[in-house]
């Protein structure tokens, strides 16, 4: 799949980036479904929770498209790679990316080409 129109920014790191990720999403996703557009606001807080949480450094959203298909990453340089854990359901923490696999399309982390430390974690919805 060929991604097309990109767009990309620099969250800092504070708490209110889920809102402005939030907003960022809501703008240039105007033609999701109400329930996309849900899933993809709940999603984003999710990852730029973790990456202000357990990454380092810079803290990006990348919105693309391709055809039919909205992928949002968000990419840090932490060098740790996340992965799926199992909490209850009552969990005040810790369920993020079991929300991310549960409600997503597909998704996955990637690593940083460039060989520095960092990666993506993303979701496409469509």
């Known amino acids: 799949m060929e991604?097309?129109?990109?767009?990309?920014?620099?969250?800092?790191?504070?708490t209110a980036s889920a809102?402005?990720?939030r907003r960022h999403v809501e703008a240039t996703c105007p033609d999701l479904s109400p329930e996309q557009l849900d899933t993809a606001r709940l999603l984003v807080t999710e990852l730029v929770s973790?990456?202000?949480?357990?990454g380092e450094g810079s803290v990006v959203l990348v919105v693309s498209r391709a055809d039919d298909?909205?992928?949002?990453?968000v990419e840090d340089d932490g060098p740790?790679?996340?992965a799926v854990t199992h909490h209850p359901v009552l969990a005040q923490q810790g369920r993020g990316l079991q929300l991310v696999?549960?409600?997503a399309g597909t998704w996955g982390v990637v690593r940083r080409v460039d060989g520095q430390p960092g990666k993506q974690v993303w979701f496409d919805l469509g």
């Open 50 to 54: 973790n990456a202000l949480r357990h």
């Open 19 to 21: 809102g402005l990720a």
């Open 80 to 82: 740790s790679m996340p």
């Open 3 to 14: 991604w097309q129109d990109e767009q990309t920014w620099v969250l800092p790191r504070e």
């Open 101 to 103: 696999a549960g409600l």
């Open 69 to 73: 298909v909205v992928r949002i990453g």
